[in-house]
């Protein structure tokens, strides 16, 4: 749903409050883990996870964490989202998870700052939802409106980890190739639910998904 519908007058632009991590108080919106993005220019505001959801948020940052314990990880690490200021655009999204070189992640906790910015990251994660699905997805023709897909080839995020669990989808779409001219991605790789994702070099980790389920 997009919000405000009762009119509000903000004190600062919403990309600048989304910045300082001051929108979703400003808003009331009930519940620390609703989200509240700017997608297209619009304020959206989605509920928090559900718990097979965050399964497999979970299962991906376990396969990160698996990998650094054995020594493997090439310095990779994920997180959970949060505010990822997108660069060049009036957009914020909070993705469901992030992928940082070790040494940015480094200054970004010495930082403190509650917002990251899109250079920053490697890899973002979405897990689709029946209210989110349409707005993380690739974009159809003509569709008008873009999606945290265009958004995120724009600002030229490397790699975009989309796992759709609408039971007509039910896979996962690993992203590559941003083009900033196209704000769109030049290629894709997908396994269904049940096979095991790779994602390829400079990561080389292995993602399992036996446990992922559709809404």
């Known amino acids: 749903m997009k919000v405000p519908k009762r009119q509000v007058v903000l004190p600062d632009t919403p990309i600048a409050m989304f910045e300082r991590a001051e929108l979703h108080d400003f808003l009331r919106v009930a519940g620390d883990d609703s989200r509240v993005e700017i997608i297209g220019g619009v304020i959206d505001v989605s509920p928090a996870p559900t718990r097979q959801h965050a399964v497999v ?82 974009a159809a023709p003509k569709a008008g409106k873009p999606t945290k897909w265009n958004t995120y080839a724009q600002v030229g995020v490397p790699y975009y980890l989309l796992i759709d669990r609408d039971p007509k989808v039910a896979r996962t779409f690993l992203y590559s190739l941003p083009d900033s001219g196209s704000s769109a991605y030049l290629d894709v790789q997908e396994w269904e639910f049940g096979k095991t994702v790779h994602l390829p070099e400079p990561f080389d980790i292995d993602i399992d998904t036996s446990n992922w389920t559709t809404w």
């Open 57 to 138: 948020v979970d299962d991906i940052l376990h396969a990160f964490t698996h990998a650094d314990v054995r020594g493997d990880s090439s310095g990779w690490h994920a997180r959970h989202g949060t505010n990822l200021r997108m660069a060049d655009t009036g957009d914020g999204h909070i993705p469901d998870l992030m992928v940082f070189d070790s040494e940015i992640v480094a200054e970004l906790d010495r930082s403190g700052k509650p917002t990251v910015y899109s250079n920053h990251v490697e890899v973002v994660g979405e897990v689709t939802s029946p209210r989110n699905a349409r707005r993380t997805r690739k």
